[in-house]
């Protein structure tokens, strides 16, 4: 195509983004920030990104971790006077999140005049998943207030919270009223973010299709959170099994027995990784 406009654009970065292909799709975004350096020397505003953009690229920098330009992203919605509106808003939580820059999405958020339900579950999870318990579930409390009604996603960061903060007593109450409540059936993540792995064990093991990896990756980061090295075993020895190249299941599974003082096992596993020719990503950590 020798003419490019911003819907092309937004598809091609949408396309690279939604199948997985983040690192792709950042540099066309990159590529598209150029030539509007180029454009706006013209006087031509023809390829300014648009919302759809910087929603799909934000949703690539969660995924690569890649904050500089997720800020760089924020920063420009801001210059060019974009409205925090649900979608866009979402998207800059959940990077923020999932970058680990809790303040940052919160202050987004807050600015946002609508929430829908995955703003409030992207904002709850981020929380839980960084340590920040109570935060998560006062905001809980007040979702159920204010917000939407929660669904399924929302209850695993409710339990990561529980689970994270060691109440008991809490997490047993909200995964019960879950089912009881609102009609939610608990399924395999949210078994493991409660503990509870050997009945998520028990769901893999009734399933009437073989399951596929992204099942024992959930099943093994479960694993990892509640230091369960035996049942962390089985789901590794079934993610080699479909012969798994995610250097982050083998960092998980190197984790989880240096976690135990089990360096041997550590070794193995990064025999292993070599036998198949894994390289680690650079940020994660094979201790």
């Known amino acids: 195509m020798s003419v490019k406009d911003v819907v092309t654009w937004n598809a091609v970065i949408s396309g690279y983004v939604q199948n997985g292909l983040s690192e792709d799709g950042l540099r066309v975004f990159e590529l598209m920030r150029e030539a509007l350096d180029v454009f706006e020397e013209l006087k031509d505003d023809k390829l300014n990104p648009n919302e759809p953009t910087l929603v799909s690229t934000s949703s690539a920098c969660g995924h690569l971790g890649a904050l ?77 207030d204010v917000g939407p009604r929660p669904d399924g996603i929302t209850f695993v960061g409710v339990l990561c919270a529980c689970s994270h903060a060691g109440l008991v007593e809490q997490d047993l109450h909200y995964f019960k009223s879950m089912r009881h409540n609102y009609n939610i059936t608990p399924k395999i993540e949210h078994h493991g973010r409660a503990g509870r792995l050997e009945e998520a064990h028990e769901i893999i093991s009734s399933m009437e299709i073989q399951p596929n990896a992204i099942v024992w990756k959930a099943f093994l980061s479960a694993c990892r959170l509640h230091s369960n090295v035996k049942l962390a075993e089985f789901a590794v020895h079934n993610l080699f099994k479909l012969q798994s190249d995610n250097c982050g299941d083998y960092v998980l599974v190197s984790n989880i027995y240096a976690s135990k003082g089990r360096w041997d096992d550590v070794k193995h596993v990064r025999k292993k990784m070599d036998e198949r020719g894994v390289k680690k990503i650079p940020g994660l950590s094979l201790i």
């Open 68 to 144: 500089d330009i997720g800020k760089k992203i924020h920063i420009y919605a801001e210059e060019r006077n974009f409205q925090f509106a649900v979608t866009l808003g979402t998207a800059l939580v959940d990077m923020y999140s999932k970058c680990g820059c809790i303040t940052e999405a919160r202050e987004v958020f807050n600015k946002m005049p609508d929430h829908d339900v995955m703003t409030w579950t992207s904002m709850i999870g981020g929380l839980a998943v960084h340590g920040h318990a109570k935060e998560a579930l006062d905001l809980f409390m007040l979702m159920l």
